[in-house]
């Protein structure tokens, strides 16, 4: 069974710096592109960053030079990098994980979630 399981998230002032984790775990053949969403209140969800097996990368723009995102390929990890964060960046963030299973079908997990919440 697939898990995908973030950590990190938390409560920081303005200004501030947070790293979120993303383990994907459990059998199966690999992992293609890997992401960071996040949903804000009364808000729709939105991709705030995406990273392939090969390490292309893409942002939103409101996170541009502020947020970055990386993978550690050998423990099935993804990480966000938060600097200067803004009390616009509060929200839920998801980790989402393409993954290939046993059987060669290819499904997007996805984590409970994590708050990130920036005080002004």
């Known amino acids: 069974q697939v898990q995908v399981v973030e950590s990190g998230g938390g409560l920081v002032q303005a200004g501030g710096s947070l790293r979120l984790s993303c383990a994907a775990s459990?059998?199966?053949?690999?992992?293609?592109?890997m992401a960071w969403y996040r949903q804000a209140p009364g808000k729709q969800r939105e991709l705030v960053a995406i990273?392939?097996?090969?390490?292309?990368?893409s942002y939103v723009d409101s996170v541009k030079g502020r947020f970055t995102i990386s993978r550690d390929n050998a423990k099935n990890t993804v990480y966000l990098r938060m600097n200067s964060l803004k009390p616009e960046d509060t929200a839920v963030y998801y980790c989402?994980?393409?993954?290939?299973?046993?059987?060669?079908?290819?499904?997007?997990?996805w984590g409970q979630g994590t708050q990130v919440t920036v005080s002004s």
């Open positions: 989402s994980a393409q993954i290939t299973e046993l059987g060669g079908f290819v499904n997007d997990y």
């Open positions: 459990g059998i199966m053949r690999s992992i293609s592109a």
């Open positions: 990273i392939s097996s090969s390490g292309s990368i």
